[in-house]
Every structure is written in structure tokens, then in C-alpha cells.
């Protein structure tokens, strides 16, 4: 044992409250998300047909948790609780579109900056782009995709590849002179996300390559950071944001429901006289990092944080069963349906939805036999749990307009946005047809006399019938009408659409081309000229 880390744990028994001491060399920090990692997808945590180095790294070297749960099955609303410890019910971030992280909540980063940490910050996607408050308290905030990024759609830049993300991590270290102050890097790699690049049979395979190709990136960033000499003096964490469906309860990617393949997540953690190979089960969630990371500093908590520090897990010590909840307001805000929640304690997890879901997880890890009807009080007991928690909530919970640029970016990424509409909202598992449907990505490239086109017509005229807030059902219905020649058709739908987003480029588009195929020229002119706005 290290004279340092022997001074670390001394330190740590004389103090008796199970709280880390300030480290002895003021470590830095290094914080890699993995956007859209799920934890089963690591060698780490057990995948087979798939290695994963770094992970088995950090795992070998570091401490493992098998358990983690995410808040959110998106971006935005994730990250922030990531930086704050806070529920989305706290920080008040409850989707990608339309919402900000509020300039009163503390940060991980504004913590550190506040002890002379310089932070900085590389993101691989404009989702975590610096106007949604999610860089408060980093001295760089690196969100600049570059014109050679990935994501290009209609002209805007939405993501960026791994490697130029890790690019600029490292010119920022570089920069860097010895013996400044320590340092926090958070280093996001939006690569596993939609869509995916790697070639393979099908989308699993696919996701797979881009997370093989994901791994090999961190790795580098690992043998960086060592090759810089500072691996002797950094905490080093690995997690992700949420995970990905792949098909599991019919959804293909992930944000529409709150089952474990996309709430399940990793977090690795190594750090100077850490325990190697050390695996620690239990429940435990995205809300803990931030707490975790300012307790081995021997830095104070944040204010109002719900997260818990893991530390004393980590020496062996027991803590109190934490309360896991999650949400998703993709159905409401997307599609027009009812938003789901969830609260999860040890095994049990009750999902909140028009039709509840209750779970055991040990027994049943893929979530196929609803307990409700059989675990009546159980059922009620975790619905009291969740409701005590949603009575904290303060706020709207509205998105707020965003720009027509904002839109177009985040669209790129395939977040779309819908007005919510009022009263009864539909269970987004009795919809998962129509979602199926609007998230068919051939329904672009059909054409009349395809299989399938009269079909996909028809679908969308019912999506259209019982859900007639979602734009992407406008554009999409709208094209087919066009590639028919049912062109007066055409131009009453995409008024329709122009009517609940005013403000939308493709609503305005496909009006033009329907008034200008009908010889309406000076129509299409106004329509094409609102487009170009």
C-alpha cells in the first residue's frame, strides 16, 4: 500500500462518519458518458459475443456497479440530473425540446469550479448544446459539431463522430500547463445513438459495433490520460445516460417507455486506492454520481441534492435502500399520449400509466408478467411512494417554444415535438403500432404500386384520425399523398400542419409543392417564402 493511500484510509477510520477525506493530491476528475449505452451491452457487466475493453479496464481496475438506474430515457433530462443529483422533478428538465436546466440549480461543475477545478466540457451532440443551461459552471463548454460532423440534415449539424470529440478533449489537456489546478473533464460520446453507423445483419448488431467502436475510443482516452501522467491522480468515472430498446415491448430505440432496457445503465469508478475488481450490487442510480464524485474529493454535497454518496458501499459499509423513479414525457410531448413514471425499490418497480405495471424485477428481468392485479398492496404502497415524491413537484411542466434552428437541429436527431393535447391521454402501449408506424423509416422511400403503400396510406389516416397533434404524421401522410397525385389533398393536410406549428419548415414546404403541382404559383410562392423564413 501506498505512504498516500494508507494516509487516505487512516484518515477515513480516525474520522469514524464513513465520508471520504479531501484527497491528498486534489484528484481530477474525468467523467465519460456514453450516450445510449445499455449496461448489458459491456463485457463488463456480462455480454457475450462482444469485448469490450476499456470497460474490463476500469472494471479490473476500478469498482463496478451491477445495478444503476437513469431518471430519464433522454438526453437532456438525464445529463442534468447527472450534473445535479436532482430528479427531473427537481431540476425541472423533462424532455430534449423545449426545456432549460434553471440557472438556480448547483451543479458538479459549478461545485468544483468553485474549489479552483478548471472544467471543460467535449459533447458529441447538439442535444447538450450549451443554450440549455446544461454547461453552467464549465469554464469550456466544447459543443461546436464542425462542418464535417455527422447528423446532416436539411443543412444542420446535429451530432459529431467519437473521435473528434476525443480530439478535442485532448488539445484542451494539452493545453494545460503542470501544476495548474486540478482539473474536471466531462467527455460525451454520442456514437451509440440513432443512427447507427456500423455495419451488421440488423439494428442490434449494428448498436453493437457502435458501442465495440465506443469502448475503443474511452480506451484511448484511458491510455491518454496515462501517457500524460495524470492516471495516478484522476477519478475516473464511466456511465451513461440511459440505454436502448432495441425491439424490447415492441420500441425501437428508446424514450417512449420506461422499461429497463433503457433505464438500466453502467457507472465504473476508479480512482487512487481504489478497490480493484471490486463488484458491489444493489440498486443504485444516475442521482448517486454527482455525490459520489464530491465525497471522495472530500468536497461538501450540493445543495438539495436527492442523490446519495456510494462511498460507504464502496468501503463495505451498509447505506439505506434507495428509492430509484423515472420518467418519460416523450408520449405526451411527441405523440400526444400519456407520460409514464415509475418508482422502483430493491426488486419491485411499479410503472404509473393509464394501464399500471408492477414488476419483480429478480424474478422477471424482462418485464413480461404484470403483478398488479396479484400484488395489490405492494401496487398501492409504491403508488403512495410516488405520488408523496410527484407532490415536490414545482414548476410547469410545458415545454417552451424553441427557435425554428433549435428545432431543426434537434429533429435531425429525431426528436420531434407536438402540442399536448388536453384531457384523457392514451397508454403509450396501446399506441405502439401507430409509433411503429411513424418511426418506419421505408414509409419515406415507398412509392404507389409498393407493398405496403396502400397499407401505410391507410395507418396514417387512422394515426391522423385518433392523434391529430403529431407532426411527423402530417409530413409523412403528406408525402404519400403527393407520390399519389392527390395533390388538393396534400395542400389540406400540410395546412393543417402549418396550423399547429406555425413555425415549421417542412408544414410550410410541402404546402408549396402541393399549390405549385396544382398551378396555385403565387400560393406556393407565399408558401415557399414562409419555408425560407
Known amino acids: 500500500m501506498t505512504r498516500a493511500l494508507f494516509s487516505f484510509w487512516l484518515t477515513a477510520a480516525l474520522m469514524g462518519c464513513g465520508t471520504a477525506p479531501k484527497a491528498p493530491n486534489r484528484w ?79 451543479t458538479l461543475a459549478s461545485q ?64 494545460r500547463s503542470e501544476g495548474e489546478s486540478p482539473f474536471f473533464a466531462f467527455v460525451h460520446f454520442y456514437d451509440p445513438h440513432t443512427p447507427y453507423e456500423s455495419p451488421g445483419d440488423d439494428d442490434r448488431a449494428r448498436y453493437r459495433g457502435e458501442v465495440a467502436y465506443t469502448d475503443s475510443l474511452v480506451g484511448k482516452l484511458l491510455d491518454g490520460i496515462e501517457e500524460r501522467g495524470l492516471a495516478s491522480r484522476t477519478l475516473v468515472v464511466l456511465t451513461s445516460d440511459h440505454g436502448e430498446s432495441l425491439g424490447q415491448h415492441g420500441e425501437l430505440t428508446h424514450g417512449l417507455f420506461v422499461y429497463e432496457a433503457t433505464l438500466r445503465i453502467p457507472l465504473i469508478l476508479r480512482f487512487p486506492g481504489a478497490p480493484a475488481g471490486k463488484r458491489i450490487p444493489g440498486l443504485a442510480r444516475i442521482l448517486d454520481v454527482t455525490p459520489t464524485i464530491l465525497d471522495l474529493l472530500g468536497l461538501p454535497p450540493l445543495r438539495k441534492a436527492g442523490g446519495q454518496s456510494l462511498v460507504a458501499r464502496i468501503e463495505g459499509k451498509p447505506l439505506s435502500e434507495p428509492v430509484a423513479y423515472a420518467e418519460t414525457f416523450v408520449p405526451r410531448f411527441h405523440y400526444g399520449w400519456s407520460e409514464l413514471r415509475a418508482v422502483r425499490r430493491g426488486r419491485h418497480k411499479l410503472v404509473l400509466a393509464p394501464r399500471p405495471e408492477l414488476f419483480d424485477l429478480e424474478e422477471d428481468p424482462e418485464e413480461t408478467r404484470n403483478l398488479v392485479e396479484e400484488e395489490v398492496a405492494l401496487a398501492r404502497s409504491l403508488e403512495d411512494e410516488l405520488r408523496e415524491l410527484l407532490n415536490r413537484e414545482s414548476g410547469p411542466i410545458e415545454p417552451s417554444p424553441v ?30 403500432d401507430l409509433y411503429l408506424a411513424l418511426n418506419d423509416t421505408t414509409l419515406e422511400s415507398l412509392e404507389p404500386g409498393d407493398d405496403g403503400f396502400e397499407d401505410a396510406l391507410a395507418l396514417l389516416e387512422r394515426v391522423l384520425g385518433n392523434e391529430p397533434t403529431v407532426p411527423r404524421a402530417y409530413v409523412l401522410y403528406g408525402d404519400l399523398l403527393l407520390r399519389t397525385g392527390r395533390t388538393s389533398d396534400a395542400e389540406r393536410n400540410f395546412e393543417k400542419l402549418t396550423e399547429i406549428e406555425p413555425d415549421r419548415f417542412d408544414g410550410h414546404y410541402g404546402l408549396g409543392v402541393a399549390r405549385a403541382r396544382q398551378g396555385k404559383f403565387p400560393e406556393a410562392k407565399s408558401a415557399f417564402e414562409r419555408a425560407i423564413e
Do not use: C, M
Not at 446544461?134 to 463548454?141: C, E, H
Open 112 to 175: 468544483l469550479k468553485a474549489n479552483d477545478y478548471e472544467t471543460a466540457g467535449f459533447v458529441g451532440a447538439f442535444v447538450l448544446d450549451s443554450r440549455f443551461g446544461i454547461a453552467r459552471g464549465f469554464d469550456v463548454w466544447d459543443d461546436e459539431l464542425g462542418a464535417s460532423a455527422d447528423g446532416l440534415e436539411a443543412g444542420i449539424v446535429a451530432q459529431r463522430r467519437g473521435d473528434a470529440v476525443l480530439d478535442s478533449a485532448f488539445r484542451w489537456l494539452d493545453g
Open 28 to 106: 481530477n476528475v474525468l467523467l465519460v458518458s456514453v450516450d445510449t449505452l445499455r449496461a448489458d451491452h459491456l463485457s463488463s457487466y456480462g455480454a457475450t459475443g462482444i469485448r469490450t475493453e476499456a470497460s474490463d479496464r476500469l472494471a479490473s481496475e476500478g469498482v463496478l456497479f451491477e445495478d444503476v438506474t437513469t431518471v430519464s430515457p433522454t438526453t437532456l433530462p438525464a445529463h442534468a440530473s447527472l450534473f445535479t443529483g436532482l430528479t427531473p422533478v427537481a431540476h425541472g428538465v423533462r424532455d430534449n425540446v423545449g426545456f432549460t436546466l434553471r440557472g438556480d440549480v448547483p
Open 403 to 432: 427557435d425554428t434552428e433549435t428545432r431543426r437541429k434537434l429533429e435531425a436527431l429525431g426528436y420531434t415535438s407536438a402540442a399536448a393535447p388536453e384531457g384523457g391521454l392514451a397508454d403509450p402501449k396501446d399506441r405502439i
